[in-house]
């Protein structure tokens, strides 16, 4: 049974924004096509949480036009505090609500064929290459209502393409900024490394003010080609008031490797789909989750590992911290396919509870479709372990800071995973901030 829900913008006006942008026809044909599945679509369905009553559709704005910024010096101190402000040549976008507004592309990257463009000059100049992969391996359109909405209303994100045999030492980083009360995000993020090829990308969302109904809907599609490998580096910092849908799902080939760090650190409800497709044999992923709940914020985070390829390898970790009246739930998924023998499918969720209110749910699954294989998992709910805060406090630390250390130490290993020292920071202020 389909959910019934208006959506706000019809096909007239999707097809009029997409020729305002200059976008080619076979997207605006995507557009409309996906607006019409978003009609009928039923909505996601994460596992013990209902989400029937959240708003994903419900808004006034779809294009909010801010102002662009001069220079890095004119960025707000929070954002200012995730980049190289006086460094030389760097790779970097920067887009404010749902506009284009700082790019920066290294000599490096000009010169080995590297693109790095937003989505919306992806489409104008490089689209015969963006339709090749827009929403065909990964995310696909026709899978709920908010991927074809994502589709329909898309309004932002950044495409990244390697080609083959280049390898990039400097990272490349995206910095989306929520800055105006009436913005809402529909973006998408393309990364395609070509065969033996590898880069690290790295990406912030960050709210410097509050909403009352916020809506951001987000896209990424991480796409790994023969021997390629890919580190992504994400922290999501959205207000309290705004309803986020993430869904990030990367696809690697033969003797791939993707790396996902990832620090969930919104403030308002958020489900949020991980998911690696292991296609190719010998194909590894990876997947490093760090969360941190608290108020009366609702959150569902499905990390999934699915073994295609022969001799595959598939980790999660997730580390979260609940405090308040926050509940979330993990879901931890490693599927071992029939005919993807010698694969070995690995998890770990760990939940550690502040506050009698809170609640955490570790849901450990392993489907295996084949014998010979290796698979295991661990789960753990639980509270500050007194023996361990007694032996803190034994060193004559007070109470506050022995927990202070011991949260910190259990989220390590995914803050360390982060590549750019300013977003790592950036992640442990976070932290810091939101257990106090």
Do not use: C
Not at 118 to 144: C, P, S, W
Not at 292 to 320: D, Y
Not at 414 to 422: K, M, T
């Amino acid at each position: 049974m389909t959910t019934e829900i208006k959506l706000p913008f019809d096909k007239e006006y999707v097809s009029s924004f997409s020729k305002e942008m200059g976008e080619p026809e076979w997207l605006t044909t995507l557009r409309l096509e996906a607006l019409e599945m978003a009609d009928t679509l039923p909505l996601p369905k994460p596992d013990k949480t209902k989400i029937d009553k959240w708003n994903f559709t419900q808004f006034d704005k779809h294009i909010v036009k801010s102002t662009d910024f001069a220079s890095l010096n004119d960025l707000p101190e929070d954002v200012k505090a995730l980049v190289a402000v006086d460094a030389g040549e760097q790779n970097l976008y920067i887009q404010r609500n749902n506009r284009p507004s700082i790019l920066s592309v290294s000599q490096e990257l000009k010169e080995k064929g590297v693109i790095f463009v937003d989505i919306f000059t992806a489409a104008r100049e490089h689209g015969d290459l963006l339709q090749k992969y827009f929403m065909k391996d990964g995310v696909k359109v026709d899978e709920n209502k908010l991927t074809a909405l994502h589709a329909a209303l898309l309004n932002g994100g950044v495409f990244l393409y390697v080609p083959k045999n280049v390898e990039l030492t400097s990272p490349v980083q995206a910095v989306f900024l929520h800055d105006e009360v009436e913005a809402n995000m529909f973006n998408h993020v393309l990364v395609v490394a070509e065969d033996n090829s590898s880069v690290t990308y790295v990406e912030n969302y960050i709210s410097t003010v509050e909403a009352s109904d916020g809506i951001f809907n987000i896209v990424t599609e991480v796409l790994a080609g023969t021997n390629a490998r890919v580190q992504y580096g994400a922290v999501d910092t959205l207000a309290k008031g705004t309803t986020t849908y993430v869904n990030r799902r990367g696809v690697a080939r033969r003797d791939a490797r993707i790396e996902w760090a990832l620090g969930l650190m919104n403030d308002g409800n958020t489900i949020s789909e991980n998911t690696t497709n292991l296609i190719g044999d010998g194909s590894v992923g990876d997947t490093k989750t760090v969360v941190v709940g608290r108020g009366e914020q609702t959150q569902n985070f499905t990390t999934k590992v699915v073994h295609f390829g022969k001799n595959s390898e598939g980790h999660i970790l997730k580390h979260g911290v609940m405090k308040d009246k926050a509940s979330s739930i993990f879901n931890g998924i490693g599927k071992i396919e029939h005919g993807a023998t010698k694969s070995n499918a690995q998890q770990e969720s760990r939940v550690l509870m502040l506050s009698e209110g809170a609640r955490g749910d570790a849901n450990p699954i392993l489907l295996i479709d084949e014998d010979d294989v290796m698979a295991g998992h661990a789960a753990s709910v639980g509270r500050v372990d007194p023996l361990q805060l007694y032996y803190i406090m034994s060193r004559g630390i007070s109470k506050t800071e022995a927990e202070r250390l011991i949260i910190h130490g259990f989220l390590a290993p995914v803050v360390n995973e982060l590549p750019i020292e300013g977003v790592k920071n950036q992640l442990r202020e976070v932290i810091e901030r939101k257990v106090k």
